[in-house]
């Protein structure tokens, strides 16, 4: 078994919580756009109210740990170790229930190339203990606009994590996806479950849109989230999200795995 304490010198090690890579200025530009309602950074969440930048700050300041001085303009962001713990701890206590009940399960990232290891283990967990994780709306085109205008791609699965891919990418079992930001995935593979009359997810487990888009709808959703990422936290202060935690989201993939072992011993589904 993985220690708090050795998590928490892993984190710092691995630049997972502490000073990270996500810059100030980066985070700073998120909350004014969010403040602004940019579907760029809402992520598919309609916020219950108004957001000032300020009030943003002291949210993240509150959720992350970053400074919630607005003179502190520069430099890199920063995730309080402690946040990440408890965050963990808490996503974790939501995959157990969710593994005792058997409940079904929708998986879906944004950071295939950093995340979809993480993500996949615990699907595989849930699955041996007799929950349904979902894979609907497989090769599903989805048009996303992006910085470069509309693109469409395609919805794919891998080790029961969705994920989307430009056209005509595809390596079996890769996960080679791209990096998203979007909600019309999740939207797209709920709408394919009602459309084939089988049961809805109980529980979205992901990032980004996956998240916001899930707990947008009233579905119970749990993720991970940087620094730049407010809207997630929002929907945690709102209530519609049931469990955030800080973190950097793109880092190497290795550098999660002990997150993994961690989530799975706390749940209590270490094989």
Same mark, same amino acid.
């Given at each position: 078994?993985?220690?708090?304490?050795?998590?928490?010198?892993?984190?710092?090690? #691995?630049?997972?919580? %502490? !000073?990270?890579?996500?810059?100030? $200025?980066?985070? &700073?530009?998120?909350?004014?756009? =969010? +403040? *602004? @309602?940019?579907?760029?950074?809402?992520?598919?969440?309609?916020?219950?109210?108004?957001?000032?930048?300020?009030?943003?700050?002291?949210?993240?300041?509150?959720?992350?740990?970053?400074?919630?001085?607005? #003179?502190?303009?520069? %430099? !890199?962001?920063?995730?309080?170790? $402690?946040?990440? &713990?408890?965050?963990?701890?808490? =996503? +974790? *206590? @939501?995959?157990?229930?969710?593994?005792?009940?058997?409940?079904?399960?929708?998986?879906?990232?944004?950071?295939?190339?950093?995340?979809?290891?993480?993500?996949?283990?615990?699907?595989?967990?849930?699955?041996?203990?007799?929950?349904?994780?979902?894979?609907?709306?497989?090769?599903?085109?989805?048009?996303?606009?992006?910085? =470069?205008?509309? @693109?469409?791609?395609?919805?794919?699965?891998?080790?029961?994590?969705?994920?989307?891919?430009?056209?005509?990418?595809?390596?079996?079992?890769?996960?080679?996806?791209?990096?998203?930001?979007?909600?019309?995935?999740?939207?797209?593979?709920?709408?394919?479950?009602?459309?084939?009359?089988?049961?809805?997810?109980?529980?979205?487990?992901?990032?980004?849109?996956?998240?916001?888009?899930?707990?947008?709808?009233?579905?119970?959703?749990?993720?991970?989230?940087?620094?730049?990422?407010?809207?997630?936290?929002?929907?945690?202060?709102?209530?519609?999200?049931?469990?955030?935690?800080?973190?950097?989201?793109?880092?190497?993939?290795?550098?999660?795995?002990?997150?993994?072992?961690?989530?799975?011993?706390?749940?209590?589904?270490?094989?």
């Amino acid at each position: 078994m993985l220690s708090t304490g050795a998590l928490r010198a892993h984190l710092l090690a #691995a630049r997972l919580a %502490g !000073p990270v890579a996500t810059s100030r $200025e980066v985070s &700073l530009r998120s909350y004014r756009l =969010f +403040a *602004a @309602r940019d579907p760029r950074v809402t992520l598919g969440l309609d916020p219950g109210r108004g957001w000032g930048e300020r009030e943003l700050l002291r949210l993240m300041a509150e959720k992350c740990g970053v400074s919630d001085d607005p #003179a502190h303009v520069s %430099g !890199p962001d920063v995730i309080d170790p $402690e946040r990440t &713990l408890a965050g963990l701890d808490a =996503f +974790a *206590a @939501r995959l157990s229930d969710a593994a005792l009940r058997r409940a079904p399960v929708l998986f879906g990232t944004g950071h295939p190339h950093r995340l979809l290891g993480f993500y996949a283990a615990l699907a595989d967990a849930l699955s041996s203990v007799g929950c349904a994780v979902l894979t609907p709306a497989q090769g599903r085109c989805i048009d996303i606009t992006t910085r =470069f205008g509309v @693109r469409t791609y395609n919805l794919d699965y891998v080790r029961g994590v969705a994920l989307v891919r430009e056209p005509g990418v595809r390596v079996p079992g890769g996960g080679t996806g791209a990096h998203s930001h979007s909600p019309l995935p999740v939207r797209v593979a709920l709408e394919a479950v009602v459309e084939a009359r089988g049961p809805l997810p109980e529980l979205v487990v992901g990032d980004h849109g996956w998240v916001c888009g899930a707990g947008q709808l009233g579905i119970e959703a749990i993720g991970l989230a940087d620094t730049d990422d407010p809207a997630l936290f929002v929907g945690e202060a709102e209530g519609r999200v049931s469990v955030v935690v800080p973190v950097d989201d793109a880092v190497r993939s290795a550098y999660y795995l002990p997150l993994t072992r961690y989530v799975l011993n706390r749940a209590c589904l270490s094989q």
